[in-house]
């Protein structure tokens, strides 16, 4: 049995042969030159413009070109010529998912190269890449362990199965890329909605100190009320400015639904609208003395307070209730900003499986990627520390129980043991050699951890007669300070990204595997090649048979006839009914071809088309016959 796949590159020069013209595309793209290898791919689709692979090679240089309209084209051509090829409907699902409303018809494609060659992990990378772009991470979970099943080295289905776990979503995820929908119009609906909460908030924030200065300096408190109300009228005009520029009202609701932070920052708009008018309702006529001011006094009041006389209100009196109402009014108001950003830091820190990822950047070897996903998520592991360290804090002063402090002692416990667990220590000392600051931050959760267990210990171990040590001792001191410093660190490292442009500690700079490299994909491997011997064969011999699978069983028959081979060398037949329902639920089929000197096994990809089989070749062989001797020892 030999693997019949002729090309004959090695023996002519490429300006005779379309295929070695294809080999000369295929290596300039592993050296990432695309100009160079769209310049060759089209040489080999001029010499033969029936070959499928030579419109797959410019169309995959067409994209890392960033020609993503001609890419598209390339790729249609190729599945035209060829539409049983897994790699050419790779290669346009691939194409497709870079254009605007293209998300559909690719998971189409990959769906189809699925199931034209389930035994490739390419295709299955592709459909967990589609659906991690839409945001479905189980799915996606799903397809990249089913391509390392295939290959268990593939390096996009490693780094992109890491942001899986990491429950990773791209930039601006408002816009589901399955809509009609042009998402230039969902992000200018966005962007509109991002200006009306911080025009919004801004205009209130200044209204209100204006107000309170007004009513307790100038003693103006009737006139700051009417003044604060006139403000409420400057916010509504905004709001019909704004409104008026969103033209896919009906995408709102999806798109709210979609991107968390887009809806915290309109709630928080709404919040503040809310708080502002309870607070100008509830406004006193000077501060509260027994709440302090949210900014210092510049100079003394003109009318000493009621309290300062004297006339301090009965607990759970109404006036109590009122000025809680307007103390809580102006937190929200002047600190909403502050609460939005601590609780994105908490949310993000505590999203998916960072161990786990870890694992699979480890895996994926020397990419860049890669490399850059787990100094992130190193970050976020040491975010997920600090957070548990200062929860564990608060709860043990508001519950005063400092014997709670104790199990600060487990956390370094548990990252140590997640990191030996995860196989990912080996990753630890160049991360933190490239990043001090995280190395640092390591550093001080580990310690402000030992320390506060320490403030733990101390009153766990005091005897009864003796007086409990304030739970804030040397210990507890330490500890905070050890975790202001950590912040530090990451605050460090954030201006340092922000300030050269580089990736930052936070979960926005995680990247997907970026295919524009040396190694391949899968849509540039070549086409299944058909000899003048096998060809003429089909064409001629009555010894034809179609094997293919139907209900889970084996199924034969024989073919009527084979009317063409192209020059590509799909070969089109005329087969019985049987045969077109079952290729209907499974397109993978094997054409037999008898001839007096050999016989040949054409395994491919059937698709119907018109009153035809249409059958495109994943891979032929031939064998030949036994001599008599040969038959004879058998």
């Known amino acids: 049995m030999r693997d019949h796949a002729p090309d004959h590159a090695q023996h002519r020069s490429p300006g ?54 001609e890419a598209v084209a390339s790729a249609r051509e190729a599945v035209r010529l060829a539409p049983g090829s897994w790699a050419a409907r790779l290669r346009l699902g691939g194409a497709l998912r870079r254009s605007p409303g293209g998300w559909r018809e690719a998971w189409a494609e990959a769906r189809k190269a699925v199931s034209f060659a389930p035994e490739e992990p390419d295709p299955h990378v592709l459909a967990g890449d589609l659906a991690l772009t839409r945001g479905d991470h189980e799915r996606a979970v799903s397809s990249y362990e089913a391509a390392l099943r295939r290959a268990k080295d593939h390096p996009g289905a490693r780094v992109n199965l890491g942001l899986a776990l990491m429950r990773w979503e791209r930039p601006r995820n408002h816009h589901d890329p399955a809509w009609d929908a042009d998402p230039r119009e969902t992000t200018r609906a966005r962007r509109v909605m991002e200006v009306w909460s911080r025009q919004v908030r801004v205009m209130l924030a200044v209204a209100t100190a204006a107000v309170t200065l007004s009513a307790f300096f100038l003693g103006l408190h009737r006139e700051a009320q009417i003044g604060g109300a006139l403000v409420l009228g400057g916010v509504l005009a905004v709001t019909i400015r704004q409104a008026g ?74 006036a109590d209730a009122v000025n809680g109402v307007w103390i809580g009014a102006l937190g929200i108001v002047f600190l909403n900003g502050v609460a939005a950003g601590g609780a994105r830091l908490l949310v993000e820190a505590w999203q998916g499986r960072p161990v786990r990822a870890l694992t699979q950047f480890a895996a994926a070897g020397p990419v860049p990627a890669a490399r850059r996903d787990v100094d992130v998520t190193l970050w976020i592991v040491a975010s997920r520390a600090w957070w548990t360290l200062v929860l564990l804090l608060s709860i043990c002063l508001l519950a005063a129980q400092p014997r709670l402090a104790l ?86 490292r ?106 040949a096994e054409v395994r491919g990809i059937a698709v119907p088309s018109g009153d035809v089989l249409r059958i495109t070749p994943k891979r032929v062989l031939v064998r030949e016959y036994p001599g008599r001797h040969q038959a004879r020892t058998r």
């Open 16 to 69: 005779a042969d379309p295929r070695a013209w294809c080999v000369v595309a295929a290596a300039r793209l592993s050296r990432d030159q695309p100009e160079a290898a769209l310049e060759a791919a089209r040489q080999a689709v001029e010499r033969d413009p029936g070959g499928e692979w030579g419109h797959r090679l410019a169309s995959l240089a067409l994209e890392r070109l960033g020609r993503d309209s």
């Open 407 to 492: 199990g600060a002692a487990a956390v370094p416990a548990v990252v140590v043991l997640a990191f030996r667990r995860g196989r990912v220590t080996s990753l630890l000392r160049p991360s933190f050699r490239d990043d001090r600051p995280l190395a640092l931050a390591f550093v001080l959760i580990a310690a402000a951890s030992l320390l506060l267990a320490l403030a733990g210990a101390v009153p766990a171990v005091a005897g009864p007669g003796l007086p409990a040590p304030p739970m804030l001792g040397p210990a507890g001191m330490g500890a905070c300070a050890a975790l202001a410093v950590a912040a530090g660190a990451f605050a460090a």
């Open 245 to 318: 520029r969103v033209r896919v009202w009906p995408r709102v609701p999806a798109m709210l639904g979609r991107d968390l932070w887009l809806t915290m920052g309109v709630a928080m708009g709404v919040a503040v609208v809310a708080a502002y008018v309870a607070g100008l309702a509830t406004l006193p006529a000077a501060p509260p003395a027994s709440v302090p001011l949210p900014f210092p006094l510049p100079f003394p009041l003109s009318e000493t307070p009621p309290a300062a006389s004297g006339a301090v209100a009965e607990p759970g009196s109404l």
């Open 494 to 599: 954030t201006a340092r990204a922000w300030w050269g442009g580089g990736p930052g500690p936070w979960r926005a700079a995680l990247i997907p595997y970026d295919a524009f490299g040396t190694r391949l994909p899968g849509d540039a491997s070549p086409s299944a090649g058909v000899s003048d011997e096998v060809r003429h064969a089909a064409t001629y011999s009555r010894s034809v048979v179609l094997a293919y699978t139907q209900r889970g069983c084996p199924r034969a028959l024989a073919v009527s006839a084979v009317t063409s081979v192209s020059a590509s060398g799909e070969l089109r037949l005329i087969a019985g009914d049987e045969a077109w329902e079952a290729v209907e639920r499974d397109p993978r089929v094997v054409l037999f071809v008898g001839d007096p000197r050999f016989w």
